[in-house]
């Protein structure tokens, strides 16, 4: 029991370090931290436990969850106010190039940033 809860001390800290990544069986990898669309400026951060926030600058946009399916993310917005509000209950579809990197339909580039 020791062994096990030493085991889950270490994966929550990695998590919350922004070092680990998020893996699935077909091969999508991806960071966990902030991805940030230079030209608009809007940020999609991938957390742990696959929730995620959307945000432009300072101003929250959405919150949601993500998961990966090969080299596709898929994020389902749970919650979104403002000018975003439209998007609640949608799901948004992206392709991932790298472990640091993907884009939305539009072919806009997100790129890694750095954790939170």
């Given at each position: 029991m020791k062994r096990f809860l030493t085991i889950l001390c270490l994966l929550v800290a990695f998590a919350t370090s922004g070092v680990f990544?998020?893996?699935?069986?077909?091969?999508?990898?991806?960071k966990i931290g902030k991805y940030t669309q230079m030209d608009t400026q809007i940020s999609l951060k991938l957390m742990a436990a696959g929730m995620c926030s959307l945000s432009k600058g300072y101003q929250s946009l959405a919150?949601?969850?993500?998961?990966?399916?090969?080299?596709k993310l898929y994020v389902t917005y749970t919650f979104a106010s403002g000018p975003a509000a439209s998007l609640q209950g949608t799901t948004e579809r992206f392709?991932?190039?790298?472990?640091?990197?993907?884009?939305d339909q539009n072919d806009y580039e997100f790129e890694y940033v750095g954790a939170y």
């Open positions: 990544a998020q893996w699935n069986s077909t091969g999508g990898i991806l919150t949601g969850n993500y998961k990966i399916q090969g080299n392709n991932i190039i790298d472990d640091s990197t993907f884009t």
